[in-house]
């Protein structure tokens, strides 16, 4: 099992009891740890909790960086899946599948 720290903005200044560190009149707050279980067989690299302790500090750091990444991969075009036709199901109800779609050619 490896360990990184946390990636977000703000963590090392969320005051909570986890993140005090040191001695009495020296006290500081750290970036927590994230427990890295790559050789678990369900571990996967590319889940954004591998990088960040909590859901506030991934959104801290997607805030703060946003315009980067959308620099990194600019949509100019819309993303299209092909569907069936829409069809009635015994109830009434409309009900649309996606057909087979080869999803390498079909990236933007």
């Not at 005051?15 to 009495?24: A, C, I, L, M, P």
């Not at 949509?75 to 087979?100: A, H, S, V």
Request: aromatic share 10%; proline share 5%.
């Amino acid at each position: 099992m490896s360990h990184v720290w946390c990636h977000g903005t703000e963590c090392h200044k969320k005051h909570t009891q986890d993140r005090v560190r040191g001695s009495k009149g020296s006290k500081v707050l750290r970036t927590r740890k994230i427990k890295q279980r790559i050789e678990s067989q369900w571990y996967n690299p590319n889940n954004w909790y591998n990088w960040f302790c909590s859901m506030g500090c991934y959104n801290d750091f997607a805030n703060k960086h946003a315009d980067a990444m959308r620099r990194i991969a600019p949509r100019n075009e819309p993303l299209e899946t092909p569907i069936n036709d829409p069809t009635k199901n015994e109830y009434g109800y409309t009900r649309i599948t996606e057909q087979e779609v080869d999803t390498d050619s079909n990236m933007g």
